[in-house]
């Protein structure tokens, strides 16, 4: 049988990668490219190492263990063979290594690898650590400062090399389905970096602003960070804008709506593919990373055609919220205790001009929470606009925003003052 | 890819265990204890059946030697007794092995089990299973006594019976 003959007759895409010895074996096995007598070899070494495994994994001192840890160690010692068999492409040599070499050689090999591997993997998430930005959002900090060293600290490539201990709720842009072991954590750690380097041509304040924009709760969702500031990214370089502020306001979505609805499905994936050529003469992105995000394209074409239909551009090409402004130059102060804040309320409500409320307001008030509690208790109607006038515009602009975040709202447009206060300041320009 | 053993040939390992009892025959025909050949072949049949009740699986010549060897000086196994107590020894065995929660080693299980068949139990497997084992791994799993310092002879188990009823 030649070489080609062996090409087709076993289809590396067919193969589970995952369970590669198995999936390769039995396909050896269907296909007769290995005799009985082969087969027979190859299943009584299987068994010989499994036996000494078994031995090792009790201390020689049981020789029968419950059925779920043998199978655990039999697919560790499965998983290590395939990994050394998946170190070659060539479908002949693959099948030389099965017949020629003993199955406790290919396993050692393969342990070889995967110890490699998990080398290789462990240096790549030090560098993780290294240039991790800080986002808000749980599952992305946690994933990398403790599910993933924890995968290390509990991966036993003896007993379980196909095991991927540890906690990993970080998604992906797209999932991987198709490993497991040191090979899963590696690819994801991979993948995780390319985001990572995307990412990093972005400001945290620009991102953690997106994902307030996102959902007011971000920090608390599962969600793909890098998706997010890929597909505003896009949309920026739509508009023909600087993409570092990922910022679209709702004018310029009502414009991109207007712009892509006509557009079918080809034409508003060339769109993308011209925006990310945009984005790439600004970003100039690593080729990795360049892959990694070109690869993406056709699935946000596929969602933005879908939003486009339901009218729903605002999920995909997030809106920046207003209240943004200056925000990075405000920092909010201690609230009072309890008991100092009642007296103040009850000295203030003793004071007959407003003027002399305000300057006592703004020398001992350092807390936003404070300030919104003295105005519901000791001003009134007229008030109010003397109390404004206080304030400078980014102290009014960080009121608003609290105001419009507390009530679930992201667009003034949207948002109905419930007190009369409330009303009078987003009236204010 | 959920059924692994399909890769284990287990004729293969009958084959083998059956080699090693007939091996075993040599040591215990001094003690009168000799196995036949549908004998061995029903100890393997039922040791199959025995480590799929107790979802576990073997490999090797399994503990049926290391258990013949043991049991062969007792005075309450002899010719017409000796494969039935065996096969009962064996599921009792592994039965216990799951029970102790795999803290006991095979050689432990098998020496206690020997200890308490001659000595507490006179050649009873029924009380070796239902009550000296079942009270031994219970304390194991608990941890409620020093069982590694137990030997069998006085009446531990009793009194943590009373103790239970007592209680209720």
Redesign the interface.
Known sequence: MDFLEKEQLIDEKLL?H??YF??F?LEVCRKNLISNHQM?KI??E??EL??KE??RF?ND????????K??DI??SI?YNIGYFLKTTTDMTQKLDNLKLMKISELYYKGMEGVTACRGKAEQLLKDIQKNAQKFNNYAYQDTIFTGLPEFFYNYNMEFGAHDIPGCFDYPLITTITDLLGVEFIYEFLRRLSLEQGFLSHYSELAINRLLKSFEKEAEHMLINIYELVLTNALACALLGKDSKELTISTKELDWLYQTLLPLNMPELTDKLFYAFQVLQEELLLEPGEMQYTIAEIPQIAQRLEHNLQTNTLDKIFLPSLEVFVKEEFYEDGQPMEDDRLRELIEKLRGYRLTSDKVAIMKDTVRSQADFIELLNECFYDEEYEEVFASLNEIEKAVLKKSILLESGQKHYEDYEPMKEWQRLLFQME | MNDQFMLLPISLQNRQTALALQQCNDVTAKFGLQLTEPEIGQLIEHRKEALEKNGRIEFGGGVIQKMIMEFADSAYLYQENYAETLIELQECFYYFKNESMEILSDDELIKRMKMYFDDVCHGSIEYLQTTMLENYCRDIRYDTKEYEEMNGYEDNYIDFMDYEREDW
Do not use: N
């Open positions: 589970d995952g369970h198995q999936s074996f027979e299943q009584m299987l068994v499994m036996g078994v031995e009790t001192e049981s020789s029968s263990i419950p059925i779920e043998a199978q039999l697919q499965t």
